[in-house]
């Protein structure tokens, strides 16, 4: 039995020497702060620290009230100010068994996830025969009630995007196929998975029951297995799958968003707010969705807390239950929505390096979005052209009015990883996760301290 | 429901276009069939057709019984002569739930695989402290009976080589860990997965208790999983896990081999025989191993049958059992090692491209190896001086002195995917499959009509 070196080092010795942040006597310029936080430590320690000693936090369970303690040690560690978890409650759908197998023409087992509110087969599962749509749009052509006793399954074709869009796209067959299939008659509904990767392991992911839709069992299948489905059902042959899904529901369990500040001095500026969320899917262990974006923001506000005053507020928001609906970011709303929020952003989209920089901000803010993205320039990062919309976690502040800047991260490879077992600390890259901390640092530094009025009447 | 294309026709049209093989009128050059054989479709419907109809194929099972049943059909429809399954029994170990958490400190649920010939845990498992040993000699250092009642952990740190020579040495983890732990007291072992991949999947694989050594449950981790309980171990606090691995042991189970042949026209000269195993491991379907091994064989036969008459028969070997210690390997030698074997070769390395030539002839076969090694320079193939050693299902021919050639695979990729559930035919590269064919068809051609005496006296 031996010992090997402990982790953990850097983040004790980062507490004491981060804690009250000192502030240097005049504020930094972003070159400063940019370039210091390229060599950042913190996001790293804290994505470490998060996947390694809670692992997977599913919204609403123990495991998520776990990530709540760590994190609001970790925050007052840090040397944040008003470190605190905010509770509320929520229904919860937890996971089974999920297994899967075709009986005939060829006997074999296929590898898949259940869908985030999918109904419960019995322990001895279903069968029946399989209906095969190879798009969302061939399932909605069905004639209603032609899908009577049988297993949907709907494939497609998603592939990567730096931007992300194809998820949107695609991912309605996600979304809306259970309720569409439920609809026709279906028993059950398999899907390949949202994701573009090829690796034998399924995506899993919300999906909300359309009104007037009874709840089936519904599952994701990994890709390689729909696609070995598809093969299969080319042969022309009826094709009869197993399938046993076991899933449970609990009523009001108890989640809540954790809520850390570096104060401002000049509190009718109103917040900055950067947010990100702590509850992950199951299967992995949220590395990159979304330890990392926590990571990030918090390591971004102590680069810009120790750069100098600060005239703003900047308030971390790291919420709960994003994955199952966002009732972490209505929570918030509900809770501080009346509060003066100068602008909004939000790091939920992995741990790769930011490629673009959008902006929704007040008319009269062009000097402001030209200074910053200067500022975000060396660092590879391109002005757009495109309103920045932000995530789910500050959508109810968007939606209101407030402005946003998001930082767009390259999405090329998080659809290969995205809601797996496979979203593990491993696929984190340091040197990309130090170029999002700077990032977020300059954005963060120039907003907070903009003599622009931002979302401030 | 709408019908999908039909991925069978080429290999129906095949049977009969090929069938029987349409001997040129003169025996045609190796540049001739390397060039044709580079358009090869054989092998890939060979590796589509069984990794899809069959699926895994575990020694000893229903599923291994299905292969021998469907490569019959398929080496008959492609024109072979003398086809039959030649069958024997043997002991089949059986997989059943493999499940693993950290009780303590951080609870967390962990992926694994059973190792073969694991020791089975009761349904509710063992739970017990871990003892963690960072490399095989460490564990082998520890002493005698200090492991009671523990969980024995092994990491190390394999990585990728272009001819597979890091599983050789890292594989002595899997292979001798498990007797190792068990004779020191261990109630059960856990290995980091025998692989160069990060995704969250196991690779399984056999390992033979030794003499002495009381079976326990035996498993490897996930690396992703190994690398977070060994971060976990780092924090320094006692670690508890919970290990149910459920397996069964059934006795005289029926498995087989496939042999087929094309016949040459001097049966004095004796056979060049060309092997692969049928059997896989039960998580994926086996189509880098081996059902490649078997399509690249099949189709380079056919290659050399089209090309023109043959001096030597070529026998090809699709052997059952391979994976679980040989059992195919050894029941073909007792039935026919006493019949003339001139030359032996086996592919068992994946579906990735030739880039190495080994020999191992008698005295006085230079001219035969330079003019082999001279046809397969074109395919990017280069001549080496390290000996042929042959694969374990031509072991016991090549331990009898029977000369063998090895067209050796690239390796580098094959351990991200060996034995794991992503064995699964979107890893085979169709391009260097039709290299592969070309380098076989060329090596057959070549030896089968050489006028050199090979292995016989």
Redesign the interface.
Known sequence: ????????VAALLLGSILSPFPAAAAPSSSETIREAALQDIVAWDFV?GL??????RPAGTP?EARARDWTVAKLKSLGFANVRAEPYKMPVWLRGRDEARVVA?????L?LAALGNSASTSEKGIEAEL????TLA?LEA?PDG?LKGKIAFVSHAMSATQDGSSYGYFGATRRQGPSIASKKGAVAILIRSIGTD????AHSGIQMWADGAKPIPAAALS??DA??L???????HPVRLQVTLTSRLLKDQPSGNVIAEIPGNDPAAGLVMAACHLDSWD???GAIDDASGCGIIAAAAVHAAKAGPLRRTIRILMAGAEEVGGDGGRAYFTAHGAELHALVMESDFGADRVWRVDYKLPAGHEALAARLSAALAPLGIARSHVAAGGGSDIEPLVKAGIPVIDLQQDGTRYFDIHH???D????VDRVQLQQNVSAWAVALFETANAQESLGIK
């Open positions: 039995m031996q010992k090997i070196r402990s982790g953990t470490e996947t390694t000693e809670v692992g997977a495991q023409p060829f006997p074999q087992r590898v209906a095969y749509f190879p061939a069905a032609s090829h690796h034998r392991q890709i390689p696609d070995q598809t093969r299969i059902i080319a042969r022309g299967q992995g262990t797996t077992p496979d593990t600390l491993d696929k």
